[in-house]
Nanobody, 125 residues
Framework: QVQLVESGGGLVQAGGSLRLSCAAS????????MGWFRQAPGKEREFVAA????????NYADSVKGRFTISRDNAKNTMYLQMNSLKPEDTAVYYC??????????????????WGQGTQVTVSS
């Protein structure tokens, strides 16, 4: 049974930083591309960042480029999202997702096979 468990969310002031983690089990983690998405109240789930199976290729939404960094540790079956210079508009539930193709190029929700339950990130102004 595949499980993706996010952690590291919380309340932070604008300009602050958070590091999200996504621990994976039940799948061959090193074969999967991984992604982060977020969903704010009343809005659709949107792409944030993706990383390919090896960690050698990454893809970011324009809204987070230069502020967020995605990474992974295949030995620990864990993916990370370092979020710096946070803004109130970054407030959302953040989800990690697994893409069986191993790619970092997928930005659509339907392209990801497995999902975590999400972790809340709140940025106060």
């Amino acid at each position: 049974q595949v499980q993706l468990v996010e952690s590291g969310g919380g309340l932070v002031q604008a300009g602050g930083s958070l590091r999200l983690s996504c621990a994976a089990s039940g799948l061959t983690f090193s074969s999967y591309g991984m992604g982060w998405f977020r969903q704010a109240p009343g809005k659709e789930r949107e792409f944030v960042a993706a990383i390919n199976w090896s960690g050698g290729s990454k893809n970011y939404a324009d809204s987070v480029k230069g502020r967020f960094t995605i990474s992974r540790d295949n030995a620990k079956n864990t993916m990370y999202l370092q979020m710096n210079s946070l803004k109130p508009e970054d407030t959302a539930v953040y989800y990690c997702a697994a893409d069986w193709t191993g790619s970092d190029s997928h930005r659509m929700v339907y392209e990801y096979r497995y999902w975590g339950q999400g972790t809340q990130v709140t940025v106060s102004s």
